[in-house]
């Protein structure tokens, strides 16, 4: 009789509790995080986060990304450094940039608008990503495009006396494997 009982409360539970598990998603290791100013280029690494995203109902969908400004890579030791350093993205004192969004809406089918916070160098400020949301065999790809203004982020200096532009095009490719 007790089997029967907890099988038929665990049958119930079961049937009324929602599958949030199905829209449970971890990064793939084949990510890309760009950066292009009108005179410098590169590739952040080390990306970690948490991405629950549902198709159907994007305003409960939440993503929270992390990378290590560390592993910045512009083609240049000296420019990696630079950027590394106090008039840039002072590692030493932050060693992450990160993003936590606040909502997102649908515009089509595969389009989305994100709206979150993007901390670089301890500041926090409110930013726009559109994005594409694409089905892939192992699970989703996140793409987008946004910029940003170096210097609401305090990143005021030039590099190598030339002037890189305050504009920062920043794209997005991230593969999200369903998490079970």
Do not use: C
Not at 8 to 28: A, D, G, Q
Not at 36 to 46: A, F, K, V, Y
Not at 51 to 72: E, G, H, R
């Amino acid at each position: 009789m007790k089997i029967t009982f907890l099988t038929v409360l665990f049958t119930i539970v079961s049937i009324f509790t929602p599958n949030n598990y199905n829209y449970n998603y971890e990064i793939e290791g084949d990510y890309t995080i760009l950066f292009e100013t009108p005179h410098l280029n590169g590739m952040m690494g080390d990306l970690t986060g948490e991405v629950y995203f549902d198709p159907d109902d994007p305003d409960n969908s939440k993503i929270s990304l992390k990378a290590n400004v560390s592993m910045i890579k512009t083609g240049s030791t000296f420019a990696d450094d630079k950027l590394l350093g106090l008039d840039w993205l002072h590692a030493a004192a932050f060693p992450y940039v990160s993003f936590n969004s606040l909502e997102m809406k649908r515009k089509n089918e595969k389009e989305f608008n994100m709206k979150g916070q993007l901390t670089i160098k301890g500041i926090t400020k409110i930013v726009d990503v559109p994005i594409v949301v694409k089905k892939k065999e192992y699970g989703k790809e996140l793409s987008g495009f946004f910029t940003i203004n170096r210097m609401h982020y305090n990143m005021k200096a030039d590099m190598f006396g030339v002037n890189v532009g305050e504009d920062v095009k920043i794209g997005l490719f991230i593969p999200l494997r369903k998490k079970y």
